[in-house]
């Protein structure tokens, strides 16, 4: 189980964008590298794109997002209205369940 998954919320704690949240677009899983995920509205670039009638593109300048590292992100808690970090708890049925650290509430109800 991922301690951060696609559609968290998370809040941008390091980097150009510190202090903005949004969410989990893609996880994009690395080795080396680390995980990196793709948040919507977060670490905009600016890509220039050439035209190409054949494919129906248009030619200019495309914003899109950029990966942006696990370690710059922590899971947005609204109780507290902060970044806070993920921990496990295991339910008496048996099941693993992620929980806020700071609240020990279960993450997603």
Known sequence: MRKLIKGDEVIVIAGKDKGKR????????????GTKFLITGINL?????????????QGGIVEREAPI???????FNPETS???????????DGSKVRVFKSTHKVIGE
């Open 22 to 33: 949004g969410k989990i677009s893609k996880v994009i899983l690395g080795d080396k590298n």
């Open 45 to 57: 670039n600016k890509k220039h794109v050439k035209p190409n009638p054949q494919a129906g593109v």
């Open 69 to 75: 590292q696990a370690s710059n992100v922590a899971i």
């Open 82 to 92: 902060k970044g806070d970090r993920v921990g496990f708890d295991v339910k008496e």
